[in-house]
Each structure stands twice: as structure tokens, then as C-alpha cells.
Antibody, heavy 124, light 109 residues
Framework: QLQLQESGPGLVKPSETLSLTCTVS??????????WGWIRQPPGKGLEWIGN???????YNNPSLDSRVSISVDTSKNQFSLKLSSVTAADTAIYYC????????????????WGRGTLVTVSS | SYELTQDPAVSVALGQTVRITCQGD??????ASWYQQKPGQAPVLVIY???NRPSGIPDRFSGSSSRNTASLTITGAQAEDEADYYC????????????FGGGTKLTVL
């Protein structure tokens, strides 16, 4: 069973870059059966998909965040990472990493395993 | 913009049946996934595909779909089912984007 764990600073200043890492255990991040995703949830609000990455490095990002988002993968460490630039208070949220099952040929399953989430606050 | 629409809040009497709905154009192509989120916890997948439950999810949870609407039904709601529920789907075949509904807060009376 996959386990995911987010890590990174809990406080980021406005206009700076938010950086988070997700460490995957219980399986290989290089598995052809998974994409790896980031999802966030502002306090008291709903879930927002940020983007996904495959072990090959291919990414898909939410168009509303695409200009500020960079997702990368480090297969040697079984980790993938999120960078969100030029943050404002609106980026304050719990950030989750999750696994997205991939059947291949452009066919996907669901976000089946989630990390516990990490709260990132944007404040000076 | 890509949207999935859910009722903000629904209530059900203990032991009764409740249906939570999700509407959106993407649901004409893709099944919705449903996630349960309790306070202070990460979302948990409860229904996926046409009507499938991951291991450990009680069989009182079921899913259905018609045209642009997906539904999550809880038959015989229990106190522990009180939570927020989110639907989710891929947006379209033309892209690899995903969208979540705004969430429904279920209260068990």
C-alpha cells in the first residue's frame, strides 16, 4: 500500500516561492501505473487540483495556476515536488500530494492514496 | 472554466437514505470519483468508476450516473458518515486536467 508524506516550510512570505516535497513509500515512483498529483484546500474551503506528473517528467497543470506552477520528480529519492511562485495570501492552504492511478493510453483511475497534507501560510 | 456543481449542504436522519449529487459537462464522458473528508483529515476515496468501492468502504455507499449528473447514495446513514463529500473527474478527452466539485457537507441528525 502506498504511503505519501508532504514536507516543506509552513510559512512563506508574499511574492516568494512555495516549495513542497512529497515522499512516496510502499511503492516505486517510477511505476508506470501512477501519475503523482498535488491538490490544495484553502482553510474552510473546497479542494483544488494543482497538477500531475509522471515518472518520466511529463506534467499537466491547472490552467489557472500554470504560469506559477512547476512540478518535478526525483526518481532516485522516490519524491516529487511542487514549486508555486509569486505567492499571495490566496495561496494559503493545506497542500496534499496524492497518487493517481494510470491505466495507460491516456486512461486514468482515481486519486487513490493521499498524504496527510501540510498547511502552508503565506504571510509576512 | 471547468466546473462540477454540488449542493453545499445536505442532512439526513440517522438510518435513512441520502443522495448527494454532482453536476457537470465532464460527467457525460467520465464517471465521478467520490471522496469523504472528515475534519482535520485527508480525503478518502469512497466510490470510483461506475459503482466501485475501495477495500474497507462499507457497502452502504454506492454511486450512479445519468447524463451530466453523478450521485453518491448512502443507504442507512450512520453517525460516522457525517463529513464533507467531494466529487471529482477528468475534464475532457482533449486534455489531462482534473476538477473537483465544491463539496457537500453531510449532517446526520
Amino acid at each position: 500500500q502506498l504511503q505519501l508524506q508532504e514536507s516543506g516550510p509552513g510559512l512563506v512570505k508574499p511574492s516568494e516561492t512555495l516549495s513542497l516535497t512529497c515522499t512516496v513509500s510502499g511503492g516505486s515512483i517510477s511505476s508506470s501505473s501512477y501519475y503523482w498529483g498535488w491538490i490544495r484546500q484553502p482553510p474552510g474551503k473546497g479542494l483544488e487540483w494543482i497538477g500531475n506528473i509522471y515518472y518520466t517528467g511529463g506534467t499537466y497543470n491547472n490552467p489557472s495556476l500554470d504560469s506559477r506552477v512547476s512540478i518535478s520528480v526525483d526518481t532516485s529519492k522516490n519524491q516529487f515536488s511542487l514549486k508555486l511562485s509569486s505567492v499571495t495570501a490566496a495561496d494559503t492552504a493545506i497542500y496534499y500530494c496524492a497518487s493517481l492511478y494510470y491505466y495507460g493510453s491516456g486512461s486514468y483511475g482515481d486519486f487513490d492514496y493521499w498524504g496527510r497534507g501540510t498547511l502552508v501560510t503565506v504571510s509576512s | 472554466s471547468y466546473e462540477l456543481t454540488q449542493d453545499p449542504a445536505v442532512s439526513v436522519a440517522l438510518g435513512q437514505t441520502v443522495r448527494i449529487t454532482c453536476q457537470g459537462d465532464s460527467l457525460r464522458t467520465y464517471y465521478a470519483s467520490w471522496y469523504q473528508q472528515k475534519p482535520g483529515q485527508a480525503p478518502v476515496l469512497v466510490i470510483y468508476g461506475e459503482n466501485n468501492r475501495p477495500s474497507g468502504i462499507p457497502d452502504r455507499f454506492s454511486g450512479s450516473s445519468s447524463r451530466n449528473t453523478a450521485s453518491l447514495t448512502i443507504t442507512g446513514a450512520q453517525a460516522e458518515d457525517e463529513a464533507d463529500y467531494y466529487c471529482n473527474s477528468r475534464v475532457s478527452r482533449a486534455n489531462h486536467f482534473w476538477v473537483f466539485g465544491g463539496g457537500t457537507k453531510l449532517t446526520v441528525l
